[in-house]
């Protein structure tokens, strides 16, 4: 069963222009929301993390809108560079769970320059 | 401090043979995961720990051991591999704070079996 869902598979953007990822997620009970960012032949790590009782958080050039009714949230990343091209994956966990994270399938960015 | 180290970077088993994965953590973190990465499929859990001498199964364990009996190492050990487990695998581990768990994740092992 897959609980969290995300599109598109891979992504192609010019220099400057706004990437956005999105996520959907079926388990009512998750409550934290962290982006993973992935460069080729590394281990992904942490860029930013939402929790449900804000709708929107931003760190510099990138940005998580969060949308509890829907049960969906993205990933906005504003003029987007060449550097930014990697693997972005988002993920869900409960506070049940502990520290175990639910991922979903990736999208690969590609920044044009 | 390093981080998260694993060993081997990459390795080439035949069908049958078996291994282990060397994981070992040095920000002294209670918790650490064992994940595979195949190619549009995102990260499955394989195992997890939350502590020395506690382990538990996590999406795709099947095929796959582990053991935990020291807070930094965190060995995942494949018996009669099979083309199946051909992937990458990455260890991670965290700690808990202000009710969120940041993972960080190893380089990775790039094991292809035939």
């Known amino acids: 069963q897959q609980q969290v869902k995300q599109s598109p598979q891979s992504l192609i953007v010019q220099k400057g222009g706004i990437s956005i990822i999105n996520c959907a997620y079926e388990?009512?009970?998750?409550?934290?929301f962290p982006w993973y960012q992935q460069f080729p032949g590394k281990g992904p790590a942490l860029l930013i993390a939402?929790?449900?009782?804000?709708s929107e958080k931003k760190e510099g050039r990138f940005t998580i809108s969060f949308n509890k009714s829907a049960k969906q949230f993205s990933l906005h990343i504003m003029d987007s560079q060449p550097g930014d091209s990697a693997t972005y994956f988002c993920?869900?966990?409960?506070?049940?769970?502990?520290?175990?994270?639910?991922f979903g399938e990736g999208t690969q960015l590609t920044v044009n320059p | 401090n390093a981080g998260v180290t694993q060993t081997p970077k990459f390795r080439i088993l035949k069908i049958g043979q078996s291994m282990t994965l060397q994981c070992t953590q040095d920000?002294?973190?209670?918790?650490m995961y064992w994940y595979r990465q195949d190619p549009g499929m995102g990260l499955k859990l394989i195992y997890y720990?939350?502590?020395?001498?506690?382990?538990d199964k996590g999406e795709v364990p099947n095929g796959y051991n582990v053991s935990r009996s020291t807070t930094e190492d965190f060995p995942l050990r494949l018996e009669l591999a099979a083309p199946s487990q051909t992937s990458v695998y990455f260890c991670?581990?965290?700690?808990?704070?202000?009710?969120?768990?940041?993972?960080?994740f190893g380089p990775g092992t790039r094991l292809t079996v035939t």
């Open positions: 993920a869900a966990s409960e506070e049940t769970s502990g520290s175990r994270l639910t």
């Open positions: 991670a581990s965290s700690y808990r704070q202000g009710g969120s768990y940041e993972q960080y």
């Open positions: 920000m002294n973190h209670n918790y």
């Open positions: 388990n009512t009970a998750f409550d934290y």
């Open positions: 720990s939350v502590g020395a001498g506690i382990t």
């Open positions: 939402i929790r449900p009782d804000v």
